[in-house]
């Protein structure tokens, strides 16, 4: 999974930090249309004294729960954070004045484009809004582990185990403690590369569908212009042929 996360970073062109203890946050939206689950991951990896990398993984959720799916904040629609690298868009601070974890503070890109479901719509990217929004790295619940989302998430990135978000608490610190309090967030979309993939097969195959009707529209119409005699019939070679030897 390190190898992998290295790779995608680096064929994106993304940042990837080397120094000893700077955290590389990645967190991977999955291929799954389900909605209220922990289904993706929070990837951090680091290099330590001796210069190894050292990574951890922690099942999250990158999108809201289906509690803000029905009861939306903003008109246009509940906020899924738009895969791509922000960096230094985030710094430990206070989650609703309640616990420390993550904080925005730099703008990032939302879209706002879905159904009540969930689910963005198949053929289009959505509303794209770039500002202030509060999406945060935190915790559900403050003991164990959450199974479903619900009101936790209003687009936030959320780990499902409190342990989970207490390691990254820890190294958050070591981090800011040496490089300042400036944290580099990143979303792999493996739906949104799902969705365009079977967008173009989609497309391809209403293409392909288009151009056979097409087709056979024509076909139809040459044969009804043959019987009409419009259009020219064969010649029979064989009666040619005939009246040829009947003249010798």
Same mark, same amino acid.
């Given at each position: ?76 629609? %509940? @906020? ?7 960096? *230094?868009?985030? !710094?430990?601070? #206070?989650?609703? +004045? $309640? ?41 559900? %619940? @403050? ?7 619900? *009101?936790?998430? !209003?687009?936030? #990135?959320?780990? +499902? $185990? ?42 391809? @195959? ?43």
């Amino acid at each position: 999974m390190l190898n992998n996360a290295k790779q995608i970073l680096k064929a994106k062109g993304y940042v990837v930090y080397q120094r000893p203890w700077e955290l590389n946050i990645i967190a991977f939206r999955s291929r799954h249309l389900r909605t209220n689950a922990f289904d993706d991951w929070l990837i951090v990896f680091y290099r330590n004294d001796a210069g190894k990398w050292v990574y951890h993984h922690f099942p999250c959720t990158t999108d809201p729960g289906q509690y803000w799916l029905n009861n939306p904040m903003h008109p246009k629609g %509940t @906020a899924f954070l738009k895969a791509g690298q922000y960096v *230094n868009s985030h !710094a430990i601070g #206070m989650h609703k +004045a $309640s616990y420390e974890a993550l904080v925005q503070v730099k703008p990032v890109t939302v879209i706002r484009d879905y159904d009540r479901g969930g689910l963005f719509n198949w053929f289009s990217s959505g509303y794209p809004d770039t500002g202030l929004f509060g999406i945060n790295v935190h915790r559900a %619940t @403050a003991n164990g582990t959450s199974v479903l989302v619900d *009101n936790y998430s !209003a687009g936030c #990135m959320v780990l +499902a $185990s409190s342990t989970d978000f207490a390691l990254l608490t820890k190294l958050a610190r070591i981090h800011k403690n040496l490089y300042g309090n400036r944290f580099t967030l990143t979303l792999i979309d493996y739906r949104d590369r799902r969705k365009r993939m079977l967008s173009t097969v989609a497309w391809g @195959a209403a293409l392909a569908s288009t151009a056979w009707v097409g087709y056979q529209l024509y076909e139809n119409e040459t044969i009804k212009e043959y019987k009409k005699g419009s259009i020219g019939r064969p010649r029979d070679t064989r009666r040619i042929g005939n009246r040829q030897m009947a003249k010798m």
